[in-house]
C-alpha cells in the first residue's frame, strides 16, 4: 500500500509564493492529484498529472498561478504555488488516483491520501 506524505506548507502574505511536496513509499504508477479543503467547504481539486508529466490539469481558480511536476525517480509530486490569495487558505492534500474514470477532477477517484499540509494566505 502506497503512502503519501506531504510538505512545505506554511504561513506565507497574499502574493508570496509556497512550493509543495508529496513524497511516496513507492512507485506511483498513474495519475497524481493535489486536492485542498478550507473549512467548512468540500474539498475540491486543484491540480493533477499524468504518470508520465506530459498532462497536467488545474483548477480554473488556480490556473496560471500553480503548476503542478513530478520527479518519479524521487517518487514525489510537486506544487508550485505563485501568487497566493486569501482563497487560496485551505489544507492540502496529495492522493494517487486509482479509478478507471476518465475524469481526474473527482476525489472519489483517489485514494491513499496523504495527511495533508496546511497553507494559510494572510491579506
Known amino acids: 500500500q502506497v503512502q503519501l506524505v506531504e510538505s512545505g506548507g506554511g504561513l506565507v502574505q497574499a502574493g508570496g509564493s509556497l512550493r509543495l511536496s508529496c513524497a511516496a513509499s513507492?512507485?506511483?504508477?498513474?495519475?497524481m492529484g493535489w486536492f485542498r479543503q478550507a473549512p467548512g467547504k468540500v474539498r475540491e481539486f486543484v491540480a493533477a498529472i499524468s504518470w508520465s508529466g506530459s498532462s497536467t490539469y488545474y483548477a480554473d481558480s488556480v490556473k496560471g498561478r500553480f503548476t503542478i511536476s513530478r520527479d518519479n525517480a524521487k517518487n514525489t509530486v510537486y506544487l508550485q504555488m505563485n501568487s497566493l490569495k486569501p482563497e487560496d487558505t485551505a489544507v492540502y492534500y496529495c492522493?494517487?488516483?486509482?479509478?478507471?474514470?476518465?475524469?481526474?477532477?473527482?476525489?472519489?477517484?483517489?485514494?491513499?491520501w496523504g495527511q495533508g499540509t496546511q497553507v494559510t494566505v494572510s491579506s
Open positions: 492522493a494517487v488516483k486509482i479509478g478507471t474514470l476518465q475524469s481526474v477532477y473527482w476525489a472519489g477517484e483517489y485514494a491513499y
Open positions: 513507492g512507485r506511483t504508477f498513474s495519475t
